[in-house]
């Protein structure tokens, strides 16, 4: 439905920072709720942070007061910024959108979202 492109992954030491970005081609990228999920090889597909169109956000446990997600529909754009990261960290993060007319509405369950980037890989050396 819509094309998902992530960027800014790479290789960091422990304690480093990173900001990822998500560029979408949809022409109303307004109205969609969008989310960060991220895998670590052998496990599942897991939340990271979420946002509703009009700007609320939810984090993971894990990363709350670490992650930060913003958005800039001006640029159709939204951003993951990683602070303090860890070696735990490290996995393929995954760019996600949701079309919703259910303003301020975010969500953590992966089946909510219908359309996914190809991912960006994060490592975090100790």
């Known amino acids: 439905q819509v094309q998902l492109v992530e960027s800014g992954g790479g290789l960091v030491q422990a304690g480093g920072s990173l900001r990822l970005s998500c560029a979408a081609s949809g022409r109303t990228f307004s109205s969609y709720a969008m989310g960060w999920f991220r895998q670590a090889p052998g496990k599942e597909r897991t939340i990271v942070a979420a946002i509703s169109d009009s700007g609320s956000t939810g984090y993971s446990a894990s990363v709350k007061g670490r992650f930060t997600i913003s958005r800039d529909n001006a640029k159709n754009t939204v951003y993951l910024k990683m602070d303090s990261l860890k070696p735990e960290d490290t996995a393929h993060y995954y760019c996600?959108?949701?079309?919703?007319?259910?303003?301020?509405?975010?969500?953590?369950?992966?089946?909510?979202?219908?359309?996914w980037g190809q991912g960006t890989q994060v490592t975090v050396s100790s």
């Open positions: 996600a959108a949701k079309p919703t007319y259910n303003r301020g509405g975010y969500y953590f369950s992966p089946n909510e979202y219908d359309s």
